[in-house]
């Protein structure tokens, strides 16, 4: 079993930055992949950013490319995402994910383990 608990969220202005972060517990990922997914009230989940198991490629979603960057450090077995000039439409809550397999997907359900999430608000 792999606990994750996301950190870092909280209330910020048009423009700013924050960054989250995501501590896992239960066993070592530095193999899985790990992705950074958001839902905003009322909409599905969707995927912001995965970094890859093993290789460490990463992907953005073109909503956030370019604002957005995912990183892991496996010696904390955490992941992050910096997220820079954000928007009133990033405003959702962000949850972080583990799968086992070491390839980055954009569909939540091949993901084997979430946090719990935490709350971006972004006002304008």
């Known amino acids: 079993q792999v606990q994750l608990v996301e950190s870092g969220g909280g209330l910020v202005q048009a423009g700013g930055s924050l960054r989250l972060s995501c501590e896992a517990s239960g066993r070592t990922i530095s193999s899985a992949a790990m992705g950074w997914f958001r839902q905003a009230p009322g909409k599905e989940r969707e995927f912001v950013a995965g970094i890859s198991g093993r290789t460490y490629t990463t992907l953005e979603a073109d909503s956030v490319l370019g604002r957005f960057t995912i990183s892991r450090d496996n010696a904390k077995n955490t992941a992050y995402l910096q997220m820079h000039n954000l928007q009133p439409d990033d405003t959702a809550v962000y949850y972080c994910?583990?799968?086992?397999?070491?390839?980055?997907?954009?569909?939540?359900?091949?993901?084997?383990?979430w946090g719990q999430g935490t709350q971006v608000t972004v006002s304008s």
């Open positions: 994910a583990v799968r086992t397999a070491p390839w980055i997907a954009i569909v939540p359900h091949v993901y084997d383990y």
